[in-house]
Structures are given as C-alpha cells and as structure tokens.
C-alpha cells in the first residue's frame, strides 16, 4: 500500500523550532518529487515546500522562506521539514504530499501531524 | 504572487449538479487541479490537468478550465460529496491553492 506518515509535531514555544518526518512506503520513494503543505485550524490549504527527486531543487513558500529546511534521505524512504524561529501564525496540520510524475499536483498525502506554536 | 479565487460556498440538492468554480489570470494556459476535503481527513486528487479523473473517483466528478476559469462539476451530487473542495495551480516555481469551496447537500 502506498502511504505516507507524518510524525514530529508538537507545541513549541514561539522563536522554537521543530524537526517534521514523513516516512514513505509502498512506492520507489527516490522516483518522486514531494513537498510539505499545511492547513492553519479551520483554514485551507497552504503549500509550504518542494523538493526535486534527488534533492537538488528546492522551492519555498514566501512565508517561510529563510525560516524552514525541506530535505530527504532517499535511503531511508523519507522527508523532512527543519522549522526554526516559529511564529504563532505556524500552527498548523503539517501534511507531507508526493507529485505523480505526470503532473504538478499532489497525488499522495498523509495523515499530517499538528504543529502549535504557542506560550 | 498568483491568486486562485473560489466562492466559498455552494448549495446543492442531491441528484442535482454543482459547479464550482476557480478564477485566476489566464488560469486557463495552466492547468488546474481540484482536491476533497471532508472534515479530520486528508484532501484527495479528484481532478487533474483540467480534464482527467484519477483512478477510483466516480465519473461524476468532471472539470473544464479556459480563459480565467476552471470549473469543477459534480453531476448528480450525492450526500458524501459534502465536503471542502479546493483549486490548485503551478505558477513560478509554486503551488497555489483557492481558498476553497464548501459545498453542501441539502
């Protein structure tokens, strides 16, 4: 079964930082582009980051640009999301999603894991 | 940056036809994909590249874009198609979502 799995959220005190994975399986995890997306309580749905199959491209979303370190371990099957000097405005469902090769949309997503940035 | 523009609203009688649509500028040289959202689950791909159904999602989902508008269509809607759906494009090196459209079964 083709899945993804998002672990590593939490509250965090704003100016904190966070480490989100997401393990991947059932699937050539290193033949797939993937990205992060969240949705902010009762919001929609924001893209957050991309990153090309080998890792050499990478894009961002202004609002974290500077702030948040998209990366993967093809080895281990897996993605990560480094987020430093949160902000209360951070606090989301974090979901990590795959792009089929046939388009530039998001075919394949996990459960999320929840991030609450607060004192 | 690229905006997506959905009504964030449509009503809906089961057995009739919903059509949401999806404005942005020149929206139709892209092409638009559309997700579902019910609440506490993740969304899901119900349209992609303008046109094309992933597989598993019934035939009466379908989707149009030209001009500035792409527009999702759910032909005699049932009771479980109550649920958020959001537009999404590709435009400089980012994706966009609409705000989203939550439709109604009345």
């Known amino acids: 079964e083709v899945q993804l799995v998002e672990s590593g959220g939490g509250l965090v005190q704003p100016g904190g930082s966070l480490r989100l994975s997401c393990a991947a399986s059932g699937f050539t995890f290193s033949s797939y582009e993937m990205n992060w997306v969240r949705q902010a309580p009762g919001k929609g749905l924001e893209w957050v980051s991309y990153i090309s199959r080998s890792g050499s491209i990478i894009y961002y979303a202004d609002s974290v640009k500077g702030r948040f370190t998209i990366s993967r371990d093809n080895a281990k099957n897996s993605l990560y999301l480094q987020m430093n000097s949160l902000r209360a405005e951070d606090t989301a469902v974090y979901y990590c999603?795959?792009?089929?090769?046939?388009?530039?949309?998001?075919?394949?997503w996990g459960q999320g894991t929840m991030v609450t940035v607060s004192s | 940056s690229y905006e997506l523009t959905q009504p964030p609203s449509v009503s809906v009688s089961p057995g009739q036809t919903a059509s949401i649509t999806c404005s942005g500028d020149k929206l139709g040289d892209k092409y638009a994909y559309w997700y579902q959202q019910k609440p506490g689950q993740s969304p899901v791909l119900v349209i992609y590249?303008?046109?094309k159904r992933p597989s598993g999602i019934p035939e009466r989902f379908s989707g149009s874009n030209s001009g500035n508008t792409a527009t999702l269509t759910i032909s005699g809607t049932l009771a479980m198609d109550e649920a958020d759906y959001y537009c999404?494009?590709?435009?400089?090196?980012?994706?966009?979502f609409g705000a989203g459209t939550k439709v109604t079964v009345l």
């Open positions: 999603a795959r792009v089929p090769n046939t388009a530039r949309a998001f075919d394949i």
């Open positions: 590249q303008d046109t």
């Open positions: 999404q494009a590709w435009d400089s090196s980012a994706y966009v």
